[in-house]
């Protein structure tokens, strides 16, 4: 039988998102491969801390798992910028496949160690895409227009570079500040637009697969080595698996939700033509 763990494990997305179901799997996943052994604690919504803070209290041990935006742990891992730079892939599975190749991989679970994380796996969303209450058809269309971005540098210079207005804000503000046009649109994956009810205040999806909503699921380093040679490869065999049903899961939500968007009554645009976007 051996012995009982319990740990935690936390994001900042919503329970019903993309980040909060694979907390879930991962939970079950561990559950399952250690007979029960190993149980985890289950944190939402912000509610054991920010992106950021969430990042520090897993570097800090605080917190066992995390799972995040690398929007934002590229603060504490900078190489990570160089695989959110926009338009580097045609589409997610190729980002998948660079991800998957064992040269990159290292690459990345080396930085993270430097750091004090041990990397699990990387999951995403898919690719972001644009909403707004205007047709996007060209840079043109962009000009000024009040877009809701992450805090991340890189992400504001991709959008000021596009001639758009970035104005980075917290996802569970954006509802409200659409609503109200503090901000004319958004860029997200499909499945948070549909999450954040934004079919609700936005008339338009452009999809410019303009780069992936990329994620790593890691856990404090040190709190790692610690662990027992069958728990510690029992983390391991969770994280493939969670990153496996990832790919699974975001297939299938984005067949039907963009049937979804059509039906709440968004027109979605392709992306412009127009070699500048």
């Not at 190749?101 to 690459?107: K, S, Y």
């Not at 649109?185 to 990329?214: C, D, R």
């Not at 069958?230 to 899961?249: C, F, P, S, Y």
């Not at 299938?252 to 033509?273: C, F, N, S, Y």
Request: hydrophobic share 40%; proline share 4%; aromatic share 10%.
């Amino acid at each position: 039988q051996g012995d009982s763990y319990s740990f935690i494990i936390a994001t900042d997305g919503a329970e019903d998102r993309v980040d909060g179901l694979l907390v879930h799997y991962m939970a079950d996943q561990l559950n399952a491969i250690t007979g029960g052994r190993i149980q985890l604690q289950m944190y939402f919504n912000g509610s054991m801390g920010t992106d950021t803070e969430l990042c520090e209290s897993t570097q800090a041990g605080d917190v066992a798992f995390f799972l995040g935006s690398t929007a934002f742990t590229a603060n504490f891992v900078p190489e990570l910028n160089a695989i959110d730079l926009p338009f580097l892939y045609q589409d997610a599975q190729q980002f998948r496949d660079t991800m998957d190749d064992e040269t990159v991989f290292r690459f990345y679970e080396e930085k993270y160690q430097d750091k004090g994380f041990e990397l699990i796996g990387f999951f995403d969303q898919g690719m972001r895409q644009m909403t707004s209450n205007i047709k996007v058809q060209s840079p043109d269309d962009m000009q000024g227009q009040k877009i809701r971005v992450m805090e991340n540098q890189l992400h504001i210079s991709i959008w000021q570079a596009l001639g758009a207005n970035p104005t980075p804000m917290a996802f569970s503000e954006v509802y409200m500040a659409l609503q109200q046009g503090t901000i004319d649109g958004q860029e997200n994956p499909l499945s948070a637009m549909v999450t954040g009810k934004f079919e609700e205040v936005q008339k338009y999806i452009t999809e410019i697969h303009y780069k992936v909503w990329i994620g790593p699921i890691v856990v404090n380093a040190a709190w790692f080595k610690k662990q027992p040679a069958d728990v510690q490869k029992a983390i391991l065999e969770g994280g493939r698996l969670a990153t496996k049903h990832n790919r699974e899961m975001i297939m299938a939500m984005e067949a039907r939700l963009k049937p979804t968007m059509k039906k709440a009554g968004v027109e979605i645009l392709d992306k412009p033509e127009d070699e500048n976007v």
